[in-house]
């Protein structure tokens, strides 16, 4: 498994992770998801990025199988403390997923592993193992970072316009209150990049709504929105039936 940037960071805020203001909307982002994804119970789900395991825990909380995966072994560990039964964790790095076929549903929120990449081709990587995860009519939800909203709302942030990449210096706090200057990369795009990323990789793209932490819905994809929210599905070709021998 390869190191990626985000680890260290991690390993730093630990369970202070939960205290930033972007986590605080987990019981309507569950909501939303398993109403329009259709989610029930016995159904199996993989959180992809799922850092230190909330949307997951929820998800169990209320009777679904899921199985998250995070880069962060810090993350991962603070994601088994306590989980619900019916949730599992492990380290596994999103770029090299090797799932076939497994699970009726993936998620991939607040950019947990989807947006965080900075080399080419990795975000397609993502993608692809997701893809390749999902059972034949398995679903997605996915948030990505809105490249509009960066480049105009993005004040003391550099963005590249090559890449799409945002690169912003911040400074991160640990469980003991101790700060931490950091650099943090974000793949942002657009709706149009999304489609076809996705559709190269065999999902049928549902809809692409401007959302916020906190407050997913059926806003249409707007510049005026931090993120924006992705559903589709895979659709698989049957095998051809082999002809009768005469």
Request: charged share 20%; net charge negative.
């Amino acid at each position: 498994m390869t190191g990626h940037w985000f680890e260290p960071l991690a390993e730093h805020m630990g369970s202070a992770y939960d205290r930033y203001a972007h986590t605080k909307g987990t019981v309507q982002e569950v909501n939303h998801v398993i109403e329009v994804l259709g989610i029930q119970s016995g159904d199996q789900v993989l959180d992809v990025g799922c850092g230190t395991g909330r949307h997951a825990h929820e998800l169990a909380r209320r009777g679904i199988g899921v199985h998250g995966i995070d880069i962060s072994q810090r993350f991962v560990e603070i994601a088994r403390l306590n989980a619900p039964h019916g949730a599992t964790f492990e380290r596994r790095d999103a770029r090299t997923l090797d799932f076939h076929e497994e699970f009726d549903v993936v998620i991939c929120l607040c950019q947990g592993a989807f947006g965080m990449m900075t080399a080419d081709g990795d975000d397609a990587a993502v993608v692809a193992g997701m893809s390749s995860a999902l059972r034949s009519g398995g679903r997605l939800a996915l948030s990505a970072f809105n490249a509009y909203f960066a480049v105009k709302y993005h004040r003391g942030a550099e963005f590249d316009a090559a890449t799409g990449v945002s690169h912003e210096r911040t400074e991160i706090r640990s469980e003991s209150g101790e700060q931490k200057g950091v650099d943090l990369w974000t793949g942002c795009y657009t709706p149009r990049e999304l489609r076809l990323l996705l559709a190269a990789h065999g999902f049928a793209i549902d809809s692409i709504s401007s959302v916020e932490p906190g407050s997913y819905g059926w806003d249409p994809a707007s510049v005026e929105s931090p993120e924006y929210l992705v559903l589709a599905r895979v659709e698989r070709a049957s095998a051809p039936e082999h002809p009768l021998a005469p």
